[in-house]
């Protein structure tokens, strides 16, 4: 996952990649699987000046692929907080 994000803040994509549904594009995650168990971290690379981390997680459900709802909510959430950030610090869009 850091091997990820270095690639993203060095103007690369990792090849696990990918974008997070219902976000448009620039809202990337990646997964990786450790002692049976599933992390996921998303970030973004929206900004010319900046990659966001937005969130990292543990993936509980054993079932479904689905990101949970409560997972995306907090993504949402610090997504607008990533946006103002860089407004704020960066003057751009």
Do not use: C, N, W
Not at 9 to 27: M, N
Not at 55 to 81: I, M, N, Y
Request: aromatic share 12%; glycine share 8%; net charge positive.
């Amino acid at each position: 996952m850091g091997f990820a994000i270095y690639q993203a803040q060095t103007g690369f994509r990792h090849r696990d990649a990918k974008s997070l549904k219902g976000f448009g594009s620039g809202v990337l995650e990646v997964v990786s699987r450790y002692d049976g168990d599933t992390f996921r971290a998303v970030y973004t690379v929206r900004f010319e000046a900046a990659v966001y981390v937005l969130h990292a997680f543990q993936k509980k459900a054993k079932r479904s692929v689905t990101t949970p709802k409560r997972e995306l909510d907090v993504v949402r959430q610090r997504l607008r907080a990533a946006e103002r950030h860089y407004r704020d610090t960066h003057g751009g869009d």
